[in-house]
């Protein structure tokens, strides 16, 4: 694993206005060095946590199927966080070195979430939910943890997306057969 602490923005203008610089980040969840924030993931966590509870509340069922999958600017666009506006301006401005590893997880959970997402919504037995909810959820926790690392400025080589969409496929295949 390797962490970076990379450049500090200077102060840089973006739309509508906003300026991205260092001092306005005290008191935000914003990382000054990545210029991103953590509250991106309480978008996956809530997926998860449905999931979680699916097995013994069967009733979650229908929240996780409204449930749908945002960007990091879509997230923040319809979010009630403070500093929502700070945190677009941030992004948009941040280090790709940092960004792209996020963004390429996000998707990767997002992908993940929509096909369990549109699994769930076929007439399946208690056992097999259980076995989704429960083999999505092994999937995606280790994810969130990864790009909560990523927000945090610690960078590590990524696995191939090929070998993780192939394992993916393989596993949907095997639930849902």
């Not at 300026?19 to 953590?38: H, K, M, Q, S, W």
């Not at 070195?97 to 208690?126: V, W, Y």
């Not at 076995?131 to 959820?137: F, I, K, R, S």
Request: hydrophobic share 45%.
């Amino acid at each position: 694993m390797m962490t970076s602490s990379g450049p500090r923005p200077k102060s840089a203008a973006v739309a509508d206005d906003v300026f991205v610089e260092p001092a306005r980040f005290d008191g935000t969840n914003i990382n000054p060095t990545t210029l991103l924030a953590t509250d991106y993931l309480n978008h996956f966590n809530e997926a998860v946590m449905l999931l979680e509870m699916l097995p013994m509340a069967p009733d979650c069922k229908e929240d996780f199927l409204d449930w749908h999958a945002m960007s990091y600017v879509e997230h923040f666009s319809a979010s009630r966080f403070k500093h929502r506006d700070l945190a677009i301006a941030a992004y948009e401005v941040a280090d790709p070195a940092f960004r792209g590893p996020l963004d390429q997880l996000a998707n990767q959970m997002n992908r993940i979430l929509t096909e369990t997402r549109d699994g769930l919504k076929s007439d399946l037995s208690h056992d097999t939910i259980r076995m989704l909810a429960e083999t999505t959820v092994g999937w995606v926790k280790p994810m969130v943890a990864r790009a909560g690392a990523v927000i945090n400025g610690e960078l590590e080589e990524a696995a191939p997306q090929d070998a993780v969409d192939a394992l993916f496929d393989r596993r949907v295949a095997a639930l849902c057969a």
